[in-house]
């Protein structure tokens, strides 16, 4: 299972940024999936989830700014990102909790990150 992650960029504080992650490869079934993000110095942390169901949970921090969807015919993902602010940057990565076909078990896989910088 591939998670190839787009959309990340410089942009101004108070300013939008789109993400988009999408599942590819011989995948039988997606549960969960999300994004994380790390700033240089800090640990990984989760930034929103979603379930193959629609059901959401946010960190706080970016609660009110931020926005995750889903496609599940597509196995894509995407955080809408508001009014961002200079420590919203960081390296962005999506995560996807995924059964192989041909297996019985779920598995978290992740794409490369994807840089976003929120500067003046």
């Known amino acids: 299972v591939q998670l190839q992650a787009s959309g990340g960029g410089l942009v101004q504080p108070g300013g939008s940024l789109g993400l988009s992650c999408a599942a590819s490869?011989?995948?039988?079934?997606?549960?969960?999936m999300g994004w994380y993000r790390q700033a240089p110095g800090k640990r990984r942390e989760l930034v929103a989830r979603?379930?193959?169901?629609?059901?959401?949970n946010y960190a706080d921090s970016v609660k009110g700014r931020f926005t995750i969807s889903r496609d599940n015919a597509k196995n894509t993902i995407y955080l809408q990102m508001n009014s961002l602010k200079p420590e919203d940057t960081a390296a962005y990565y999506c995560?996807?909790?995924?059964?192989?076909?041909?297996?019985?078990?779920?598995?978290?896989?992740w794409g490369q990150g994807t840089l976003v910088t929120v500067s003046s």
């Open positions: 995560c996807a909790n995924a059964r192989r076909i041909g297996t019985f078990y779920y598995t978290d896989y």
């Open positions: 490869g011989s995948i039988f079934r997606v549960n969960d």
């Open positions: 979603i379930s193959s169901g629609g059901s959401t």
